[in-house]
């Protein structure tokens, strides 16, 4: 595999990384790599729902060679590492299938051990009308071994009372929680507004996201970050074997760690390699991470009931 030099001189301290944007199949590229080699592995599959890039087969078939390519990326996976597997559903006549579901049965058994199932929410979607709108999808978070790197301070979120102290006991008058922030715990939740509710709430990434591009189904940066910074030390490899336009190989550059990406469409790397570039000369456009998620205000136009009859109006017409 031929590596770029990934070189960022924008911020104070410059950043000297590596990084390969392979245009392929991901199981031909995956038998070329070295064992042992990777660190993290982030990716989203194809889903096998008819998207441009993708040909709708049997869940059957689609999950056989799923199978084919988790057996490599195994085997590249450093035995201190970890794989996190972005899911929804797969959908035939209506019927959902939840792919995690699915997955989790092929990780178990190459012998990989489940550390969180994450939600992943966003607000917007699709609205259904024979079922209820699906509203999130699921990261799958399996380490190889029971050794693995898990940096916690990197992701803890602030805790909503950083002030209380112990009122009673030995500890009285003494902080009660981690000055640092808390734990996530297994549903993150990294919005200010909603950390009640605990769930990752990071916004899709649909037209009005500063990160859309023409790919279909992007991810945003933002949900691989909290991967990378939990998940692996500076200067490890990160790799995604359904690339897209490299949004894990972003998430690995910005926060100093070499990063692989393997993506079967010449269009989507040459995207992707145009945001490495742009990363590098500081312009490229990323939401940041945590940055709190917006809510129209009451006042707003779309905040307000329409009125009903022409609301019948409207909607018979369409
Ligand atoms: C769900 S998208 C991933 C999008 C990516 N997370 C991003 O943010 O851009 C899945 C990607 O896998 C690619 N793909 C599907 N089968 C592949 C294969 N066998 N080898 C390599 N890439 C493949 C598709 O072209 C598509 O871009």
């Not at 084919?68 to 959902?96: A, M, Q, T, Y």
């Not at 507004?193 to 990434?205: G, R, T, Y």
């Not at 336009?245 to 992707?272: D, F, H, P, Q, W």
Request: glycine residues 6%; hydrophobic residues 35%.
């Amino acid at each position: 595999m031929q590596y770029k030099t990934y070189e960022n001189t924008c911020d104070f301290e410059s950043v000297k990384l590596k990084y390969a944007i392979e245009n392929g199949d991901a199981l031909e590229v995956l038998s070329g790599m070295e064992s042992e080699s990777i660190s993290l592995i982030v990716t989203s599959p194809p889903y096998n729902i008819g998207k441009s890039y993708e040909t709708k087969t049997s869940i059957e078939s689609y999950l056989q060679a799923q199978e084919n390519i988790i057996g490599e990326l195994i085997r590249v996976l450093s035995p201190h590492g970890s794989i996190c597997w972005e899911v929804g559903n797969f959908v035939d006549k209506g019927e959902i299938f939840p792919l995690d579901i699915f997955y989790y049965q092929i990780f178990k058994k190459h012998e990989l051990q489940l550390r969180n199932r994450i939600v992943w929410r966003f607000g917007h979607g699709l609205h259904a009308s024979n079922r209820f709108s699906g509203r999130y999808e699921t990261i799958l978070w399996f380490t190889k071994t029971k050794n693995y790197t898990f940096n916690l301070d990197a992701v803890r979120v602030p805790s909503k009372y950083p002030g209380k102290r112990h009122f009673k006991g030995p500890n009285k008058g003494k902080l009660s929680g981690n000055p640092l922030g808390k734990n996530p715990s297994d549903i993150w939740t990294t919005i200010q507004a909603d950390w009640d509710s605990e769930i990752w709430d990071i916004p899709n990434v649909k037209s009005n996201h500063p990160e859309k591009t023409i790919h279909p189904c992007q991810f945003p940066v933002e949900l691989v970050e909290r991967c990378v910074l939990a998940l692996t030390n500076e200067d490890d490899w990160v790799l995604d074997p359904f690339a897209g336009v490299g949004s894990t190989v972003l998430a690995a550059l910005k926060n100093k760690r070499n990063g692989i990406g393997i993506e079967k469409k010449a269009e989507y790397c040459a995207i992707a390699a145009e945001r490495v570039k742009a990363l590098e000369n500081g312009c490229l456009k990323t939401r940041p991470i945590g940055k709190k998620i917006h809510e129209p205000s009451t006042k707003d136009k779309v905040s307000s009931i329409p009125n009903l009859s022409n609301y019948q109006r409207e909607t018979t017409r369409i």
